[in-house]
T-cell receptor, first 115, second 109 residues
Framework: DARVTQTPRDKVTEMGQEVTMRCQPILGHNTVFWYRQTMMQGLELLAYFRNRAPLDDSGMPKDRFSAEMPDATLATLKIQPSEPRDSAVYFC?????????????FGEGSRLTVL | GQNIDQPTEMTATEGAIVQINCTYQTSGFNGLFWYQQHAGEAPTFLSYNVLDGLEEKGRFSSFLSRSKGYSYLLLKELQMKDSASYLCAVKEAGNKLTFGGGTRVLVKP
């Protein structure tokens, strides 16, 4: 049963701490997206990769956020230092253009609370 | 820039029909997706349109007019389990997928 796996599912931390979220895309998918969802802003695109190369990270606050793909089976999103306004659900999604309709498959999300 | 608009909330009665509209202005267009998201869960794929016209999939249909920058999702024979948020998303160049704010649909008995 192929699915996108995200860890942690829930994270509560204090302002100023470093937070790392991890994502394992579906095996064989070559595009990986990071989204942030809040009640006020909906689903915002933070960054996305194709074949592990970053294509667009314009939605990401560069001073504190970083996204990487160390290998094809792992994507990471790091926040350092974290702030209360970063509290949100962070979704990872993967896809393979040309396969099926090219739709994205989402992980269950990482709910981050920064106190 | 991108602009994808859909209503914030809609209420309908079980067994009825609801139409969720989405208008978009994006720098590129390679197709339009609709996703369903239940509270506390991940978005799941519902439908995809890349050519003008209607795509039907059981109780759900989606329509696209590229010249008008307009799509709608039609939910027929509403069931209580259809209470969820429905997200319109445009695929731009490079497979980039940008979402609208979502429409929360509440189905009442």
């Amino acid at each position: 049963d192929a699915r996108v796996t995200q860890t942690p599912r829930d994270k509560v931390t204090e302002m100023g701490q470093e937070v790392t979220m991890r994502c394992q895309p579906i095996l064989g998918h070559n595009t990986v997206f990071w989204y942030r969802q809040t009640m006020m802003q909906g689903l915002e695109l933070l960054a996305y990769f194709r074949n592990r190369a970053p294509l667009d990270d314009s939605g990401m606050p560069k001073d504190r956020f970083s996204a990487e793909m160390p290998d094809a089976t792992l994507a990471t999103l790091k926040i350092q230092p974290s702030e209360p306004r970063d509290s949100a659900v962070y979704f990872c999604a993967s896809g393979l253009p040309g396969q099926g309709l090219g739709e994205l498959f989402f992980g269950e999300g990482s709910r981050l609370t920064v106190l | 820039g991108q602009n994808i608009d859909q209503p914030t909330e809609m209420t309908a009665t079980e067994g009825a029909i609801v139409q969720i509209n989405c208008t978009y202005q994006t720098s590129g267009f390679n197709g339009l997706f609709w996703y369903q998201q239940h509270a506390g869960e991940a978005p799941t794929f519902l439908s995809y349109n890349v050519l003008d016209g209607l795509e039907e999939k059981g109780r759900f249909s989606s329509f696209l007019s590229r010249s008008k920058g307009y799509s709608y999702l039609l939910l027929k024979e509403l069931q209580m389990k259809d209470s969820a948020s429905y997200l319109c998303a445009v695929k731009e160049a490079g497979n980039k997928l940008t979402f609208g704010g979502g429409t929360r649909v509440l189905v009442k008995p």
